[in-house]
């Protein structure tokens, strides 16, 4: 009776097996129902991240310029997409009541329908310049030192990023959290002062236990840094804070002290150096080219305030077995909508990607109405992707779009796949880990354009205005 009560099973699964086989073989194709959805940000603003109807491929030819997608050229696998998450961006979101925050967090970095699924974000090591005052986790009085590290403690942060950081944790406990500092404490500096100045050699060792015990600080709270970088923008010593490392010292810096001390401690945690301009590749290169630094080394990180984009690739092209980062763009308040969304959307969100980069990052999540807060000479003009009022209203600036029309839809454990640039239409592909594929396009002409999406044999035709960014998804 058993064994045909089995058998009765079997049978009635049979067409559920044969659905789902089917179902599965179906992600090699253009897609289930041979259509792929949209979502589209203009620069007159009339759509912003909006829903289009949806677009169905066929097997028509036409003239137009076409953007084929290969899922067989495969190249990084993405970590996430995201923003710096300073103190004064967990200041501006902390202001708000309980049912306010609750619900900008899920649609901060849940993955449900109306999110954008953020998936990486940085934070600052101590204060940033947009911080409200100049901290680091060791402040001594002048004149002395803490050689044992016995005053360290996360201070500040305790009130702000790091409670915020534990409820972003509970709706995304897979997000990836990089950790940059501005400066050292200052007792550690030749300057004596958090603007500027270089760490003293006689410090390295110090430094690097600094480093430890803000790792397993941070553990200790439940919160996991995957990835550090020695210092942010450690060729300029002009803000506050600031400090200037040069490439040799960094390399000097990881090779024998930071790394070793990683080791020490069993740290898992990544060491990805520079974190600056594109246009000093040779700084990465120095620290990859040193034989005691380059085995802690996990990869460079990059800014594009100078330089070119192609800068990654010329340092993976060199170290191909070394990651590549795009860790900070602001955009500010002195440019407009259509500006930001052109230039950041081409150079930071398809730029990195199309040369390697495994992340891209804006700069500030959050801001007040007046751009604060910041620190004494740190950033005035530096809009985040939200500005949240006194009266608690919040508004979505142009940098939740540029890295929304990314996060949305291009998971953790995305790859890039091969796509090409068809005249002014910039666009980089993906397959996401559930099997579809994902196009972020960018035109970049000064006409509308219609093109042509090109995939496995089918095509699609659209229309995409001028300065447009569009994401299809099938």
Known sequence: MKNSSKKLQILLLLPLIAVQIKCGSSKTTVSNSGKAASWITTVDE???????????????????????????????????????????????????????????????????????????????????????????????????????????????????????????????????????PWSPPVWMKDNGSSKGGSLQPKYYQVYAEYFVKYIQAMKAQGIIVDAITPQNEPLHPGNNPSLLMLAEQQADFIGNHLGPAFAKANIKTKIVVYDHNCNKPEYPLTILKDAKANPFVAGSAFHLYEGDISALTTVHDAFPNKDLYFTEQYTGSGS???????????????????????????????????????????????????????????????????????????????????????????????????????????????????????????????????????????
């Open 46 to 180: 009339t759509s912003k991240l909006q829903k289009q109807n949806d677009l169905v491929f066929n097997s028509e030819t036409n003239s137009n310029p076409t953007i084929s997608v290969d899922a067989s050229q495969k190249f990084q696998t993405i970590e996430g997409f995201g923003f710096s998450l300073t103190g004064g961006s967990a200041q501006a979101i902390l202001k708000l009541d309980k049912t306010k925050k609750e619900a900008l967090l899920q649609e901060l970095f849940s993955r449900k329908n109306d999110a954008i699924g953020l998936s990486y974000l940085r934070i600052s090591i101590g204060a940033s310049d947009l911080n409200e005052k100049v901290f680091s986790y060791d402040d001594m009085p002048e004149g002395q030192t803490d050689l044992k590290l016995e005053h360290f403690n996360l201070g500040p942060d305790l009130k702000d990023v790091v409670p915020l950081l534990k409820e972003i944790l509970a709706i995304n406990p897979k997000i990836k959290i990089m950790g940059s």
């Open 336 to 474: 407009s909508f259509a500006d930001d969304l052109k230039w950041s959307v081409k150079n930071v969100v398809i730029g990195s990607m199309r040369n390697w980069s495994v992340n891209a990052l804006s700069w500030g999540l959050a801001n007040d109405e007046y751009y604060k807060p910041f620190t004494p000479g740190g950033c005035s003009t530096c809009k985040g992707a939200l500005m949240i009022d006194q009266n608690q209203n919040i508004k979505r600036e142009v940098g939740y779009y540029i890295i929304g029309h990314a996060s949305k839809f291009v998971p953790e454990g995305s790859v890039r796949i091969g796509s090409n640039i068809s005249g002014n239409l910039y666009n980089v592909a993906f397959k996401t880990p559930s099997g579809q594929i994902v196009l972020i396009v960018e035109n970049d002409d000064t006409a509308a354009q219609t093109f042509n999406i090109k995939y496995n044999q089918k095509q699609i035709s659209t229309t995409l205005n001028a300065g447009a960014v569009a994401t299809y998804v099938w």
